[in-house]
């Protein structure tokens, strides 16, 4: 017997899932977002040029495809999406600005799995590209912030917001803060590799007692020039009024590197210790990418696989689009297979849901009690008599009810019932 590759999952009921996605894309919609579709392979170099070869995404953790002899270029399995919208952004020459536009995205990460962590999982990734306003990271958040609230129904989450500044303030801080690694000499040694390539990465570290030093850390919202500070104002300013409530966290980098400015993630106590189930921020990976002119733009990314898990605890509440009532064909004969796959056909060109028991060797005892477990309201029996009367015998589930009607009539009795 083969097993599922570690770290994948499957899912044999997604009544839950296809509820986050209808949901996500009706609403998004409704922002005036347009739904993409990304290739799920790209260049490894896009990775490395855009999310950063100091972070464990490109480090550590590329799904890298084998390719054929001769070709020069490494590919990967997508690990996130924001590299390749920009990518299409800019391969597409996009003009009509700001681009509003989501996908949801197939990704693998090679990380050690546990609840809420996968190698392969799945996001809705949400890009704001070629617009400088802060104000639109208002409008991100706020969005983000009513759909999960208003439309998914996840109760008891929290926003966290930090500012990163723009590229001066981060190398100004990076002076600050590698001067305080520097008197800091029991920081674990990732941490002091850190300290030299890429400073502002210590805050992600996991060590308790690494975590008990930078509580003391120069923090960078402190340390931001005047038009960042008063960006990172207003940015709480507006949030505020648009009644949005959220936590200051001045140790939030992010696990990318591409991020300038704003950073946010929202986190959920249902999930343990993989508790973030969104996050994205203000970004700027145009240059980066080859491009000569420097495009500005916010995003953002939910884990779907991580909704899931918060949204298993509610179920019940919420409300999940019913499945259609079945209604369920039976040939009691295999003379009659024909005649019930016809009456079948009609009921499929009249939108009605059905199912068909061609089970030739069962006696009809046992093909009702199959046709039983499908949960159906009807069951419409064709034997021999009611193959020469032209007609069925339409069977009520519920009140065991049995009525012979003509088979012309039986699309009508259907929709009338
Ligand atoms: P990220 O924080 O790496 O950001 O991922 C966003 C979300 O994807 C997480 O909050 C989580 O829900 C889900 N996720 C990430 N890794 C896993 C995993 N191994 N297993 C299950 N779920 C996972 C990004 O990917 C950025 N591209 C977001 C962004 C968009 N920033 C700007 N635009």
Known sequence: MFQKIKGTQDFLDLSLWQFITKTSAEYLNLHNFNQIKLPAIESVDLFKRSVGLETDIVNKEMFVVEQRTGSSEQICLKPEATASTMRAFLENGIQNLPWKVFSFDTLFRYERPQK????????????????????????????L????????????????????????????????????????????????????????????????????????????????????????QQLQNHLELLGVSFAIKPELVRGLDYYNKTVFEFTSSHLGSQSSFCGGGRYELATQLGSKTAVPAIGAAFGIERILLILEQIQDKLLLSQKPALTVVIPLNPEQNILALLVAQNLAQHNLAHDIILDDTSSVKSKMRKANKLGPIYCVLIGQQEQESNSVTLKNMVTSEEQLIKQIDLVSTLKNH
């Open 116 to 143: 809420g962590r996968y190698r392969e999982f799945n996001q809705c990734n949400i890009e704001t590209i070629g617009t400088e306003s802060i104000s639109q990271d208002v409008a991100l958040i706020s969005m």
């Open 145 to 232: 912030d009513g759909l999960f609230s208003t439309k998914l129904k996840i109760n008891n989450y929290a926003l966290v917001l930090n500012f990163l500044g723009c590229q001066n303030d981060r190398l100004n801080f990076r002076e600050v803060l590698t001067n305080f690694l520097q008197a800091s000499p029991n920081i674990c040694e990732t941490c002091q590799k850190r300290s030299t390539t890429n400073p502002l990465r210590i805050f992600d570290c996991k060590s308790e007692s690494c975590q008990s030093i930078y509580q003391n850390a120069p923090k960078i919202i402190n340390h931001l020039c005047e038009s960042c500070g008063q960006e990172w």
